[in-house]
């Protein structure tokens, strides 16, 4: 993956658009991860992909059975948690 300056960026948007046809391309502002450049059609992949597996998470729900309302508050809780020490 390529890496390179949100000023690079600026200055030069076009290269880097370019080089995001074929790889992607991670943005850092002040030395830390920002955001990353890719292809449409990378994008589309990915969608697809996560779609696949909620999908399989799905059908695996259906075939085991689904979480009671105290079940799903304890999980909605981790997420929260696992949210908060993202941000």
């Known amino acids: 993956m390529l890496?390179?300056?949100?000023?690079?960026?600026k200055n030069y948007l076009?290269?880097?658009?370019?080089?995001?046809?074929?790889?992607?391309v991670l943005v850092e502002r002040s030395?830390?991860?920002s955001v990353v450049m890719l292809s449409f059609a990378e994008y589309e992949r990915l969608k697809d992909l996560e779609d696949r597996v909620?999908?399989?998470?799905?059908n695996k729900a259906i075939a085991e059975g689904f979480l009671?309302?105290?079940?799903?508050q304890q999980w909605f809780?981790?997420?929260?948690?696992?949210?908060?020490a993202v941000a």
Do not use: D, H, I, Y
């Open 68 to 72: 009671n309302p105290a079940e799903s």
């Open 31 to 33: 030395g830390r991860a």
């Open 14 to 24: 076009g290269r880097f658009f370019e080089a995001a046809q074929t790889e992607p």
């Open 77 to 84: 809780k981790g997420m929260q948690g696992n949210l908060n």
């Open 54 to 58: 909620w999908g399989e998470m799905a």
């Open 3 to 9: 890496t390179v300056a949100a000023t690079q960026v």
